[in-house]
């Protein structure tokens, strides 16, 4: 049975950073595709950030520049750093194991 855990939400003022992690387990980990989505309230979820098994990445336009995505094999984690954020980063985070395994997400607050 596959199980995504994430950790490292919080509140954070505008500017500041945060570096979500996600564990995973159940899954082989190093062949799976894995993202990072977010919904806010009263809007869908939307893609923040994936990362392919070879390691190529793609970002949501709105994050460009200022979020990277990352994975560590050996520990079966990805990670999402979120540097310079901002009011309308404000939502749960979810980690996904591609195409339909989910975690129970986390809150990201930003205080402007």
């Known amino acids: 049975q596959v199980q995504l855990v994430e950790s490292g939400g919080g509140l954070v003022q505008a500017g500041g950073s945060l570096r979500l992690s996600c564990a995973v387990s159940?899954?082989?980990?190093?062949?799976?595709?894995m993202g990072w989505y977010r919904q806010a309230p009263g809007k869908q979820r939307e893609l923040v950030a994936s990362?392919?098994?070879?390691?190529?990445?793609n970002y949501a336009d709105s994050v460009k520049g200022r979020f990277t995505i990352s994975r560590d094999n050996a520990k079966k984690r990805v990670y999402l750093q979120m540097n310079s954020l901002k009011p309308e980063d404000t939502a749960v985070y979810y980690c996904?194991?591609?195409?339909?395994?989910w975690g129970q997400g986390t809150q990201v607050t930003v205080s402007s």
């Open positions: 996904k194991r591609e195409p339909w395994n």
């Open positions: 990362i392919s098994s070879g390691g190529s990445t």
């Open positions: 159940g899954s082989i980990f190093s062949i799976d595709a």
